[in-house]
């Protein structure tokens, strides 16, 4: 005995699936029938059941509309009634989006960002002379401190302008003669700035312990004056 299988697989795509199959299938036998007036009554029928399925709280003239619409999709814009509402087709073609490329944004120092080779390599494409050895000096500093401040440890020029040469290509280095910072100076700096941090976040804690401390006094207060002003009653004098 061969049994029929009918697999999803082999039925065709639903325009609409929020509706689901069955909703589908109404239509296209409402499609098939050749009496307008009775398919227009059929058409009102599959209305109410699309309705069942996607229910709303505010069935207005915009829903309704939406519905007859939705019914005109399914159909395949082949269902002729009578509609309560203008029914229009709708661009079904999918335009196609060209996928956007990745970006290069290969980094070769993470410590020091690709803005800062972005700048080294602007710097690269001015002319030598007094203008582009300032600019590099400038950088290179900046780049001494992010180092320490990504690292946590010194670092010598000698490396830095190892790393200028290795983003630039060799087209730039740091000009002879230049001291850059000292790493003293900053880890000075990041020490400080941590210690002002912890100093900032520990005044904050003992002013909310203070305040808590004051609510608690001033109830206090108040209610030892309450004991003190009953302790204070004019006593009856005695006969």
Same mark, same amino acid.
């Given at each position: 005995?061969?049994?029929?299988?009918?697999?999803?697989?082999?039925?065709?795509?639903?325009?609409?699936?929020?509706?689901?199959?069955?909703?589908?299938?109404?239509?296209?036998?409402?499609?098939?029938?050749?009496?307008?007036?009775?398919?227009?009554?059929?058409?009102?029928?599959?209305?109410?059941?699309?309705?069942?399925?996607?229910?709303?709280?505010?069935?207005?003239?915009?829903?309704?509309?939406?519905?007859?619409?939705?019914?005109? %999709?399914?159909? +395949?814009?082949? !269902?002729?009634?009578?509609?309560?509402?203008?029914? /229009? #087709?709708?661009?079904?073609?999918?335009?196609?989006?060209?996928?956007?490329?990745?970006?290069?944004?290969?980094?070769?120092?993470?410590?020091?960002?690709?803005?800062?080779?972005?700048?080294?390599?602007?710097?690269?494409?001015?002319?030598?002379?007094?203008?582009?050895?300032?600019?590099?000096?400038?950088?290179?500093?900046?780049?001494?401190e992010m180092y320490i401040t990504w690292n946590k440890n010194i670092v010598s020029d000698e490396l830095i302008d190892t790393h200028i040469r290795?983003?630039?290509?060799?087209?730039?280095?740091?000009?002879?003669?230049?001291?850059? %910072?000292?790493? +003293?100076?900053? !880890?000075?700096?990041?020490?400080?700035?941590?210690? /002002? #941090?912890?100093?900032?976040?520990k005044s904050k804690g003992k002013s909310s312990q203070r305040g808590a401390g004051s609510k608690s006094y001033g109830a206090k207060k108040s209610?030892?004056?309450?004991?003190s002003s009953g302790s204070n009653r004019p006593s009856k004098s005695r006969r």
């Open positions: 005995m061969d049994i029929e299988r009918d697999y999803n697989t082999s039925r065709p795509d639903m325009r609409i699936r929020e509706y689901g199959r069955n909703v589908q299938n109404l239509v296209e036998y409402a499609i098939s029938i050749e009496d307008k007036n009775k398919r227009t009554k059929l058409a009102y029928i599959i209305i109410s059941v699309m309705q069942q399925v996607n229910p709303t709280d505010n069935a207005n003239d915009e829903y309704y509309k939406k519905l007859w619409n939705h019914l005109y %999709i399914i159909s +395949n814009y082949e !269902l002729e009634v009578d509609y309560p509402f203008e029914v /229009s #087709k709708h661009d079904d073609e999918k335009k196609s989006i060209d996928p956007i490329a990745y970006s290069n944004n290969i980094i070769k120092y993470r410590f020091y960002g690709k803005n800062t080779e972005l700048l080294l390599n602007n710097i690269a494409d001015q002319e030598p002379g007094e203008s582009r050895d300032a600019l590099v000096t400038i950088l290179a500093n900046q780049m001494k290795r983003i630039t290509n060799d087209v730039l280095s740091l000009p002879e003669g230049v001291e850059l %910072i000292s790493a +003293n100076v900053v !880890l000075k700096k990041l020490n400080s700035s941590l210690a /002002s #941090k912890k100093s900032t976040s209610y030892q004056k309450g004991r």
